[in-house]
């Protein structure tokens, strides 16, 4: 299974950034999908949820109203709309199935907010 995470960058407080997942070597559909942030020397994170046919969607507290996932299963893709973006979003984002089922996380997409 690979996970490519891309459309992190550099963005001003209160813009926005649309992130998206690929999944290849399984079919993501079957699958709850999540996506998660690290930053350096802290625990990864659970930032956002959706349920296999995307009628589910859960967030953790700090991004409610904020961010917005959602998931193409025709083409194997999740995606994390971003909006009102704060400098404490600055992370490496990553997609993985939610619970995670051992799938190597990939290299992420680094998301950084400027103040």
């Known amino acids: 299974v690979q996970l490519q995470a891309s459309g992190g960058g550099l963005v001003q407080a209160g813009g926005s950034l649309r992130l998206s997942c690929a999944a290849s070597?399984?079919?993501?559909?079957?699958?709850?999908a999540g996506w998660f942030r690290q930053a350096p020397g802290k625990e990864r994170e659970f930032v956002a949820g959706?349920?296999?046919?995307?009628?589910?969607?859960y967030y953790t507290d700090s991004v409610k109203g904020r961010f917005a996932i959602s998931r193409d299963n025709a083409k194997n893709t999740v995606h994390l709309q971003m909006n009102s973006l704060k400098p404490e979003d600055t992370d490496v984002y990553y997609c993985?199935?939610?619970?995670?089922?051992?799938?190597?996380w990939g290299q992420g997409t680094l998301v950084t907010v400027s103040s």
């Open positions: 070597g399984v079919t993501f559909s079957t699958y709850t």
């Open positions: 993985n199935a939610y619970p995670p089922v051992g799938w190597y």
């Open positions: 959706i349920g296999w046919s995307g009628g589910f969607t």
